[in-house]
Every structure is written in structure tokens, then in C-alpha cells.
């Protein structure tokens, strides 16, 4: 089992920044891949990024170039570092861990991108 607690979304102009953590506890050690999903109104839950436990990452198109996944292994937190915001990232984002075929998912964090 894995609890994940995603913070720090927000209200930000466009063109801002913010930085998502999701802190996991529970069989961490057992997690072959962590992720940030997005998901806004009247649309399908999207990939925004993962980082699998090479290190090795992937992000979505609309979001490369500008948004960083990272991860603090002694501090169990996943981060995404958000540049130059733009108003269709606004959406609720999840954090996802998968342990083999389970999946495991927070409660997500609200992120507005707005003037």
C-alpha cells in the first residue's frame, strides 16, 4: 500500500510558476514509477510527466520544455517544477504511484492559471 498527499497548487498568472510536491509513505521502496496526471473540466486525465527508478523521465508535449519532474529519494516527495503557466494548465493534478500492475493515486491538487 502507498498514501500519497499531493500541495502546492494554486491560483497564478499566466506565465508563472509553481512547484507541486506529493509525499508518499507506505511500501516505498516498492514503487517502479511515479507520476503527475492532470485533469481538467470535461476532459480525460492526461500525462503530464513520470519518473521511473532509473532516474529516467518522460514528459507529455504540451508540457515539455517547461515543466520538470524530480524526485527527493531521502524525503519520499515527488516534485513538478511548473514554468511559464499557461491558462489550459489549468486542472486538477494527480500524483501516481504504480507497484507493478496496482496503482495508487492522491487526492489532487487544484492548479489555476489565470489573469
Known amino acids: 500500500q502507498v498514501q500519497l498527499v499531493e500541495s502546492g497548487g494554486g491560483l497564478v498568472q499566466p506565465g508563472g510558476s509553481l512547484r507541486l510536491s506529493c509525499a508518499a509513505s507506505?511500501?516505498?521502496?516498492?514503487?517502479?514509477?511515479m507520476g503527475w496526471y492532470r485533469q481538467a473540466p470535461g476532459k480525460e486525465r492526461e500525462l503530464v510527466a513520470t519518473?521511473?527508478?532509473?532516474?529516467?523521465?518522460n514528459y507529455g508535449d504540451s508540457v515539455k520544455g517547461r515543466f520538470t519532474i524530480s524526485r527527493d529519494n531521502a524525503k519520499n516527495t515527488l516534485y513538478l517544477q511548473m514554468n511559464s503557466l499557461k491558462p489550459e494548465d489549468t486542472a486538477i493534478y494527480y500524483c501516481?504511484?504504480?507497484?507493478?500492475?496496482?496503482?495508487?493515486w492522491g487526492q489532487g491538487t487544484q492548479v489555476t492559471v489565470s489573469s
Open positions: 519518473i521511473i527508478k532509473s532516474g529516467s523521465t
Open positions: 501516481r504511484a504504480a507497484i507493478l500492475l496496482y496503482n495508487y
Open positions: 507506505g511500501s516505498i521502496s516498492s514503487i517502479n514509477l
